[in-house]
């Protein structure tokens, strides 16, 4: 079956000539315009940019403010191009529910995410989300190659953000809980891309992590209308952090085996490295340079299973 063939009846639209073609589908078309690789290293830049800047935010906006700004810029954004009410209605009743499991996994991890960072240093949080997605990149790893290369790379992550206990136990809930959600997010997100929902199913499960958090951050958002300045600052946020690199991921997704994908979840730590080089100044010691070599070996020895 072909990519065509797999796109619901909401993803379809006709042309001129009156015959079907995928709209914003992501594996149709517009992931193969790169390989997948790079479109996983965008996403990779962004992970940890957007997540910077808004911990600068919580004072002046709150921490669920903050989340649910995130993800209503992302699906304000989404709603016009991806028009998620038609994708939902139209869709059959499976993929209804993926969708609704994905929208609900963005809204939980997200709100869950931003609380741990509230408590708990970035780099004990990265090793935790990271923790979690080990499990995914052993499934589908039959090779002693791949093996090998997992546990390389784990290495060097380890090495690279010098993981520390916390003695915050509610950092640490919340913390835990953004990793296992971040595992339903690989899971069912490969799902969604390998429908051939692609970013039309992001956008709809979007409009529905806006729904599910629209209770519980939006009186802590409101100082941010009030100042145009703050509410700049917040979309900002929310496009490095929901729209750039959901939509890479989607793209990366469906080219990608599920455990090559995960695998790759091990360059995050090296691109927060990178970001603090670039923008905070801060240079990794000696052990930080040994991890991301042995980071870079990882994933560079991996090759994917035919599937």
């Not at 993803?11 to 193969?32: V, Y």
């Not at 994933?299 to 599937?307: L, N, Q, S, Y």
Request: proline share 6%.
């Amino acid at each position: 079956m072909n990519d065509q063939t797999q796109i619901p009846a909401a993803k379809q639209a006709s042309d001129d000539t009156g015959t079907a073609r995928p709209a914003l589908a992501g594996p149709a078309g517009l992931a193969d315009v790169l390989p997948p690789h790079v479109w996983f290293c965008i996403s990779a830049v962004f992970h940890y940019l957007g997540p910077a800047f808004a911990v600068l935010l919580f004072d002046q906006v709150g921490v669920l403010g903050m989340a649910w700004l995130r993800i209503a810029t992302a699906a304000l954004i989404f709603a016009p191009l991806t028009r998620p009410w038609r994708v939902f209605a139209r869709a059959e009743r499976a993929n209804q529910l993926l969708l609704l499991a994905f929208g609900a996994c963005l809204a939980v991890m997200n709100c869950s995410f931003y609380l741990a960072l509230d408590r708990l240093p970035i780099s004990l949080v990265a090793a935790i989300e990271f923790v979690g997605t080990i499990a995914v990149a052993l499934v589908g790893l039959r090779s002693r190659r791949n093996v090998a290369a997992l546990a390389i790379a784990v290495a060097g992550t380890l090495l690279l953000i010098d993981v520390k206990w916390s003695s915050d136990p509610i950092g640490l809930f919340w913390a835990f809980l953004n990793g296992a959600l971040f595992v339903g997010y690989i899971v069912i997100g490969h799902r969604v891309a390998r429908a051939g929902i692609g970013i039309a199913g992001l956008g709809t499960a979007m409009a529905i992590a806006f729904l599910v958090v629209l209770p519980i951050g939006f009186r802590e958002a409101l100082p941010a209308f009030s100042s145009p300045q703050l509410l700049i600052a917040a979309i900002g946020v929310g496009v490095c952090s929901s729209v750039i690199p959901y939509v890479c991921d989607q793209l990366a997704m469906a080219r990608l085996p599920r455990a090559s994908f995960a695998l790759m979840l091990s360059l995050l730590p090296l691109t927060a490295t990178l970001i603090g080089v670039i923008v905070l100044r801060q240079l990794p010691d000696i052990n930080g340079c040994a991890g991301i070599a042995m980071v870079i070996v990882g994933v560079a020895m991996h090759r994917p299973m035919p599937h």
